[in-house]
């Protein structure tokens, strides 16, 4: 197979009218958490990254998959507590396709970054929260697998896949012998680590964190220009490093929010997804016996209605809970949008 490698040099171009303001003095809000999970299974550094299933059929029964990075998969009702456990080995960041049409079922899959074989693994995600492993794709050209992403376009479905050397590998979806696959179209490279990353269809951008240096934007298409933009740049007085989650609220006609995890800072910057100017930020404090969240690393949301969340949800990885293992807390993303004014 031919690839295509781009590489991006230090004379990064990017748009300064689209950045944040560096002489503005920021202040992050302090936002309550409503519920956590149950601790995963392994001590350290171990939970990272989730992705949330909204069950159209029944909105108080989606489910939440989160990584145990050491071990393997857990799912995880809204309640946060377990519904299922996966061993699975060492996966370090998952996303979904939520609605994947095939012989007549429509079900979602989850996609892995498995660290244990070097691959990334397709899972069928079941109504009561357990996996089933459907593909593993071998990824022999990138030295460890780390952050993934999916995009749903109308024509084209792709996986984003990145590594610690800055490579982010770019791979068509599609079906192979009845099973879904994966081809690997071309590989991008920035100078260091990029971890989290998410798709946005209207816009055809990927938005993926360098952790050191920023956000940035860059085409969708491989027959595009790459149109590389450093959108929100870390610094060492307000965003520190590292950028880590990068998760995206949609709204009509291309409005919405892009949010960044700050592990610097421990805490979470919104971004206008139609200006791209930075809005503010937030942490996650103590309440109700619930730890405040430290070192936050894997981040994502969703919009949908449910009894626990009416006006959506927010997950975010805790790095240290207190005495027990790591996980993840569940916040109203409608006390966000409150709290820090940002107006999709």
């Not at 171009?13 to 303001?21: C, I, P």
């Not at 791979?171 to 012998?177: A, I, K, Q, R, Y």
């Not at 610094?235 to 989650?245: N, S, T």
Request: proline share 3%.
């Amino acid at each position: 197979m031919k690839k295509l490698v781009i590489f991006f040099t230090l004379s990064y171009f990017f748009t300064t009218a689209q950045m944040r303001d560096s002489s503005r003095i920021l202040s992050f809000e302090t936002i309550l958490p409503k519920l956590e999970t149950t601790p995963v299974i392994s001590s350290d550094d171990a939970a990272d990254d989730v992705c949330i299933w909204h069950n159209s059929k029944d909105s108080d029964r989606s489910i939440v998959v989160g990584t145990d990075k050491q071990w393997g998969l857990i799912s995880y009702a809204l309640d946060g507590s377990i519904l299922s456990k996966s061993p699975f080995g060492k996966i370090n960041n998952v996303d979904i396709y939520e609605d994947f049409y095939f012989k007549g079922e429509t079900y979602p899959l989850i996609f892995g970054s498995n660290r244990s074989e070097k691959t990334i693994d397709i899972y069928r995600l079941f109504p009561d929260g357990k996996l089933q492993r459907l593909n593993q794709i071998k990824v022999p050209e990138l030295r460890d697998v780390y952050g993934i992403t999916f995009y749903r376009g109308e024509r084209h479905k792709y996986v984003f896949l990145t590594d610690k050397k800055g490579r982010v590998q770019q791979w068509m979806f599609g079906l192979n012998g009845g099973l879904p696959d994966l081809k690997l179209l071309r590989t991008l490279k920035v100078k260091s680590i990029v971890e989290g990353m998410v798709a946005d269809e209207y816009y055809e951008k990927l938005y993926f964190a360098e952790e050191n240096v920023g956000l940035w934007e860059v085409n969708i298409h491989p027959w595009k220009a790459e149109a590389f933009q450093l959108l929100i740049p870390t610094d060492k007085d307000q965003l520190l490093a590292d950028f880590e989650g990068v998760t995206l609220m949609e709204r009509p006609d291309g409005e919405g929010l892009i949010f960044i995890s700050i592990q610097g800072n421990n805490a979470y910057g919104i971004v206008d997804r139609k200006s791209k100017k930075f809005l503010g930020g937030f942490r996650i404090g103590n309440f109700n016996g619930i730890d405040a969240v430290s070192d936050t690393d894997g981040i994502d949301l969703s919009t949908f209605s449910s009894e626990l969340f009416p006006q959506g949800i927010f997950i975010a990885q805790d790095g240290d809970n207190n005495t027990e293992n790591q996980n993840y807390k569940f916040v109203d993303l409608g006390q966000i949008l409150r709290k820090t004014n940002a107006k999709p």
